[in-house]
């Protein structure tokens, strides 16, 4: 009880570390694997020789060398040029249009998950729609993501990314996030059976003796494992955001990521997978305030009036 | 119902399970080396013209993509939902014993192993294996490593449910031995329903994972991330079957097939946590 604090730091202490560690273990993976890096990054039968190549990207100041160049670069918005996908285009341009763009993704994506966690907690969504979310949560996004990549293209064709176009697709790939792989189904099922189990507590029954709602007296107890369960969801719609991105063509990070990883962008994929690093820290913030809001919460004495 | 009816009632679902396992390993097993050589006059014969599923768009029988896509995922999947199984018991065994150092760490690593979205870790695993070595298992292995710590907790909760070190103190007070507990108390009657459910879920994963990634690639005309080039996964029927919803070629059986064959492994997955769920 007395280290309530420890989970909360050592979140803290993640949410720091992570978009540190993620782009220097990429790093360090390059330079562990056999043969030249420059060789590895852009084969010589592609890219030509390997030793101008080393040096045009600092890959002869060995692993520190790079990444400290590299990390430099990153913290004021730099992060090079894409070597293979698009070449010589800056990726910090293409993270710019990127991030924002999956952003709206997960937001549109969060809103059916949203009314399924609150549509659970309230009672709303009865158990007896859980087998329904179940039998729809089979469905893997790419069954899914074909179909809404196959609607878009009907209506407004394979070449329209623009407007109406892009929100088909924006819409088209939340509903698939939210409905494939068992996102929505887990969310909702996994909320009613946090708030079902707190709500058998004998305390939870005294207190609606005394007339209080149940909501009031889960809620603190259930908020902590609530938001660790509602980080694991957005994860997860992080997750599938890239075979979604990359079906129905959103110029999104996990679009990034997956053009960066089949042309072998080494640039690419170091640039997305810090930024997804990013996202999962921030998702850490904000999961360790919650948890130390809720403990200052169930900690504050509660007010008696002095007789 | 008795418990030896109940013991029955899963038979047809474990009979299920074997059924759509062993009709995966079978495909696996028929998997010819190479894709045959196209033959222009049979394209987009149908499963009567050309038994059993039809043809390609070059004629190439359906067949191939079904057993050659067998062959790419059904031992990679298998080993992820055996990874996940055995990582599943670790976690269950050691909330039992009351390990509560080991314990600690067990959840302080399934903490930072879970803090990164799946995907972007299979993608760098992907992008560092070497193109002429590319296969599925370094990517399924990654997939259960990284879906382990959910199955571990879950385990490690049922564990806790049954009572943790309380429990495993009780049966040995009636003299029982360490491995009758734990493999046929702990883990043969409790665990089991959820290890077996876990395992068989990250299965199906990483059959959709491989499905997803070679239908990408495909799309992108670029080389899987999956497998060589001469072989054809099953991403290749839903790339083949998606024309015919999008300009109406006549490739509707190679759809069919495909959504067939996910139907077969996600009824599989389903059946076997069906048939190990607790009495």
């Given at each position: 009880m007395t280290?309530w604090w420890?989970?909360?730091?050592?979140?803290?202490?993640?949410?720091?570390?992570?978009?540190?560690?993620?782009?220097?273990?990429?790093?360090?993976?390059?330079?562990?694997?056999?043969?030249?890096?420059?060789?590895?990054?852009?084969?010589?039968?592609?890219?030509?020789?390997?030793?101008?190549?080393?040096?045009?990207?600092?890959?002869?100041?060995?692993?520190?060398?790079?990444?400290?160049?590299?990390?430099?670069?990153?913290?004021?918005?730099?992060?090079?040029?894409?070597?293979?996908?698009?070449?010589?285009?800056?990726?910090?341009?293409?993270?710019?249009?990127?991030?924002?763009?999956?952003?709206?993704?997960?937001?549109?994506?969060?809103?059916?998950?949203?009314?399924?966690?609150?549509?659970?907690?309230?009672?709303?969504?009865?158990?007896?729609?859980?087998?329904?979310?179940?039998?729809?949560?089979?469905?893997?996004?790419?069954?899914?993501?074909?179909?809404?990549?196959?609607?878009?293209?009907?209506?407004?064709?394979?070449?329209?990314?623009?407007?109406?176009?892009?929100?088909?697709?924006?819409?088209?790939?939340?509903?698939?996030?939210?409905?494939?792989?068992?996102?929505?189904?887990?969310?909702?099922?996994?909320?009613?059976?946090?708030?079902?189990?707190?709500?058998?507590?004998?305390?939870?029954?005294?207190?609606?003796?005394?007339?209080?709602?149940?909501?009031s007296n889960?809620l603190p107890n259930?908020a902590p494992?609530?938001?660790?369960?509602?980080?694991?969801?957005?994860?997860?719609?992080?997750?599938?955001?890239?075979?979604?991105?990359?079906?129905?063509?959103?110029?999104?990070?996990?679009?990034?990521?997956?053009?960066?990883?089949?042309?072998?962008?080494?640039?690419?994929?170091?640039?997305?997978?810090?930024?997804?690093?990013?996202?999962?820290?921030?998702?850490?913030?904000?999961?360790?305030v919650a948890e130390v809001l809720v403990a200052l919460h169930v900690r504050r004495a509660p007010a008696v009036g002095?007789? | 119902?008795?418990?030896?009816?109940?013991?029955?009632?899963?038979?047809?679902?474990?009979?299920?399970?074997?059924?759509?396992?062993?009709?995966?390993?079978?495909?696996?097993?028929?998997?010819?080396?190479?894709?045959?050589?196209?033959?222009?006059?049979?394209?987009?014969?149908?499963?009567?013209?050309?038994?059993?599923?039809?043809?390609?768009?070059?004629?190439?029988?359906?067949?191939?993509?079904?057993?050659?896509?067998?062959?790419?995922?059904?031992?990679?999947?298998?080993?992820?939902?055996?990874?996940?199984?055995?990582?599943?018991?670790?976690?269950?065994?050691?909330?039992?014993?009351?390990?509560?150092?080991?314990?600690?760490?067990?959840?302080?690593?399934?903490?930072?192993?879970?803090?990164?979205?799946?995907?972007?870790?299979?993608?760098?695993?992907?992008?560092?294996?070497?193109?002429?070595?590319?296969?599925?298992?370094?990517?399924?292995?990654?997939?259960?490593?990284?879906?382990?710590?959910?199955?571990?907790?879950?385990?490690?909760?049922?564990?806790?449910?049954?009572?943790?070190?309380?429990?495993?103190?009780?049966?040995?007070?009636?003299?029982?031995?360490?491995?009758?507990?734990?493999?046929?108390?702990?883990?043969?009657?409790?665990?089991?329903?959820?290890?077996?459910?876990?395992?068989?879920?990250?299965?199906?994963?990483?059959?959709?994972?491989?499905?997803?990634?070679?239908?990408?690639?495909?799309?992108?005309?670029?080389?899987?991330?999956?497998?060589?080039?001469?072989?054809?996964?099953?991403?290749?029927?839903?790339?083949?079957?998606?024309?015919?919803?999008?300009?109406?070629?006549?490739?509707?059986?190679?759809?069919?097939?495909?959504?067939?064959?996910?139907?077969?492994?996600?009824?599989?997955?389903?059946?076997?946590?069906?048939?190990?769920?607790?009495?």
């Amino acid at each position: 009880m007395t280290r309530w604090w420890i989970r909360p730091l050592v979140r803290l202490v993640a949410a720091l570390l992570l978009p540190v560690a993620v782009p220097a273990i990429l790093t360090l993976l390059i330079w562990a694997l056999p043969g030249d890096p420059a060789s590895i990054i852009c084969p010589p039968e592609t890219c030509g020789g390997s030793a101008g190549l080393a040096e045009r990207w600092h890959l002869d100041d060995g692993p520190m060398g790079f990444f400290r160049h590299w990390a430099a670069g990153a913290l004021h918005g730099d992060f090079g040029r894409s070597w293979r996908m698009l070449q010589g285009v800056e990726v910090g341009e293409l993270l710019a249009e990127a991030v924002p763009t999956t952003l709206v993704l997960l937001a549109l994506a969060g809103v059916p998950v949203g009314l399924g966690v609150v549509g659970a907690v309230t009672g709303r969504l009865p158990a007896k729609a859980d087998p329904l979310f179940h039998v729809l949560g089979l469905m893997p996004s790419i069954v899914l993501g074909l179909a809404a990549a196959a609607l878009v293209q009907l209506e407004f064709g394979a070449g329209a990314f623009d407007g109406s176009a892009r929100w088909a697709r924006l819409v088209g790939g939340a509903l698939v996030l939210a409905f494939s792989d068992g996102a929505l189904a887990g969310a909702v099922t996994g909320t009613r059976g946090l708030f079902s189990a707190e709500a058998r507590q004998r305390y939870v029954g005294i207190a609606v003796l005394r007339g209080e709602t149940v909501l009031s007296n889960t809620l603190p107890n259930v908020a902590p494992a609530l938001v660790g369960q509602l980080r694991a969801r957005v994860l997860h719609l992080l997750s599938g955001a890239v075979i979604v991105e990359a079906l129905l063509e959103i110029n999104g990070l996990g679009d990034l990521l997956w053009g960066g990883t089949i042309w072998q962008d080494f640039g690419v994929v170091l640039a997305a997978a810090t930024a997804f690093a990013v996202l999962s820290a921030a998702l850490l913030v904000v999961q360790a305030v919650a948890e130390v809001l809720v403990a200052l919460h169930v900690r504050r004495a509660p007010a008696v009036g002095a007789e | 119902m008795s418990g030896a009816g109940r013991r029955f009632s899963r038979w047809p679902s474990g009979l299920l399970a074997a059924a759509g396992f062993g009709a995966l390993l079978v495909f696996a097993a028929f998997a010819p080396e190479f894709l045959p050589d196209p033959d222009p006059s049979r394209a987009w014969q149908g499963p009567g013209e050309m038994p059993p599923f039809g043809a390609d768009d070059r004629g190439r029988s359906l067949w191939v993509y079904a057993t050659q896509g067998a062959s790419i995922l059904a031992w990679p999947a298998l080993l992820a939902g055996f990874v996940v199984a055995l990582l599943a018991v670790f976690g269950g065994v050691v909330r039992a014993t009351g390990a509560a150092r080991l314990d600690g760490w067990v959840q302080g690593m399934g903490e930072v192993v879970g803090a990164l979205p799946r995907m972007v870790v299979v993608l760098v695993v992907a992008l560092i294996v070497p193109a002429d070595s590319r296969s599925l298992y370094p990517l399924a292995v990654t997939w259960a490593l990284l879906a382990a710590p959910g199955a571990m907790d879950e385990a490690a909760a049922v564990a806790e449910r049954l009572g943790g070190s309380r429990f495993v103190e009780a049966l040995r007070a009636h003299g029982y031995s360490a491995a009758r507990i734990f493999l046929l108390h702990i883990v043969g009657y409790n665990l089991r329903p959820v290890v077996v459910r876990q395992a068989a879920e990250v299965s199906m994963q990483v059959v959709f994972l491989e499905l997803a990634l070679s239908y990408l690639a495909l799309a992108g005309d670029r080389p899987s991330l999956t497998h060589a080039d001469s072989v054809m996964s099953w991403a290749g029927l839903l790339s083949q079957g998606y024309t015919w919803l999008v300009i109406d070629m006549e490739s509707g059986h190679a759809l069919a097939l495909g959504l067939g064959l996910i139907a077969l492994v996600t009824g599989a997955s389903l059946a076997v946590s069906h048939a190990a769920r607790a009495r």
